[in-house]
């Protein structure tokens, strides 16, 4: 799950002023150059920098998470970025006297225009210091992987899945069932693969249906910002159940007024069936669905680089709206739920602990003797002469699953 690790090129061009050399007069640049002869002058040229023309209207950035983290100038220089990458600029010339704070505010446009697949997340920002008290400037240079013809008919293949995907979202959806739509679509629909070509953006997940978790986040800010979903694009780190730490991407959304973490690529398990064995169906992780940071940082760490909503509301919790959730010991209920689900041929049961003490508590008891109770019982009420299940003890999860076969 490890993110890609963006190269932000920043090189500084400081020019030392003497003769023929680079100084600003007013109404331009004023570029000195030696000119060829040991006794001639240095004569000059002057020119205005091009800047990008204002066309980035308001609607377009108001309530945009990042944009709203920045200064007045700061969102100037974002606006000049923004339409600097739509048209593809090989240089965009900003109101902006350092580099490393251009680079910035590049990936906050980036982190909030999921949008903008054409372009890779690199880019080169030179600074430009000028003498006499004038305003220095910085270059941009991004990279771009599309252009042109390619660019569009990647944008209309973009176009076309979205509408796919959208088309199975009902008009009278409330905010929380149009997040859990799109969490479970990309769940099912996408692949997880590091060698996905441009999984860094939407492309890869919603027409290559192959990308990482920069794909996964992308999209699921792309589609739910298309359905009035406030989505913000987060990175971090993450730590698996053995110790490995990955630098990771994931959402924040807002729904009915709150705040809570979504991240569609931890909700998307892998199981490994061997040959001969029972194959585990492929069970969505709705533990990262609409969840709380108290949730969220058994296993996520969240870049502290700017001020996040917070997210402390429990009452999304999917096992909790769907009575799999415990936060007392209750063997006796356990019994109970394990019984209604072999009533029903479900596949499986699962049980989500509050937490780590309820969990341990829990898979004892199950190891001790639910998980045999349920066996018998399953084959009693079906006459089987033999019988078998399999388990998931997911203890930085709190959660433990019961598998059932029935034949």
Request: charged share 30%; glycine share 8%; aromatic share 12%.
């Amino acid at each position: 799950m490890q993110e890609k690790r963006r190269r932000i090129g920043k090189r500084i061009s400081l020019f030392i002023l003497g003769m023929g050399c680079l100084c600003l007069a007013a109404g331009g640049i004023q570029i000195g150059r030696q000119v060829s002869g040991d006794k001639k002058q240095a004569e000059t040229v002057q020119e205005e920098v091009p800047y990008e023309e204002e066309k980035i209207a308001d609607e377009e950035v108001n309530g945009k998470f990042y944009y709203e983290q920045l200064t007045e100038d700061e969102q100037m220089v974002y606006r000049e970025i923004l339409q600097g990458l739509r048209e593809n600029r090989e240089k965009i010339y900003l109101h902006c006297q350092d580099a490393e704070a251009a680079n910035r505010i590049f990936q906050d446009v980036l982190n909030d225009r999921p949008e903008i697949f054409w372009c890779d997340g690199d880019a080169t920002s030179t600074e430009y210091s000028l003498l006499a008290g004038k305003s220095g400037y910085v270059v941009m240079e991004p990279d771009y992987i599309y252009q042109g013809e390619e660019k569009e008919r990647r944008n209309q293949e973009i176009e076309l899945a979205k509408e796919v995907c959208l088309s199975g979202i009902s008009e009278d959806a409330g905010e929380y069932e149009k997040i859990k739509y799109i969490y479970t679509y990309l769940i099912e629909n996408v692949e997880y693969d590091l060698d996905a070509p441009d999984n860094q953006n939407i492309y890869s997940a919603l027409v290559g249906k192959r990308s990482v978790c920069a794909g996964y986040a992308k999209s699921c800010q792309y589609l739910l910002e298309q359905l009035g979903i406030s989505c913000i694009y987060v990175t971090g780190q993450t730590t698996d159940p053995n110790g490995e730490v990955a630098d990771h991407a994931w959402n924040i959304v807002q729904c009915d007024g709150k705040y809570y973490y979504v991240d569609a690529t931890w909700g998307d398990p892998i199981f490994l069936g061997e040959e001969g064995e029972y194959q585990l169906p492929d069970l969505i992780a709705y533990d990262y669905l609409c969840c709380s940071e108290k949730e969220l940082e058994k296993t996520h760490t969240l870049n502290a680089d700017y001020d996040y909503p917070v997210c402390d509301s429990e009452d999304l919790n999917y096992y909790q709206l769907n009575g799999m959730y415990y936060d007392e010991f209750e063997p006796g209920q356990m019994r109970e739920a394990i019984c209604r689900s072999i009533e029903n041929r479900e596949a499986y049961t699962i049980f989500k602990m509050s937490d780590d003490d309820i969990y341990q508590q829990t898979a004892d008891e199950m190891h001790g003797s639910l998980m045999n109770e349920g066996a018998r019982y399953l084959g009693e009420l079906y006459g089987l002469y033999q019988v078998s299940y399999s388990y998931s003890e997911e203890a930085s999860l709190d959660k433990f699953i019961i598998y059932w076969f029935y034949e």
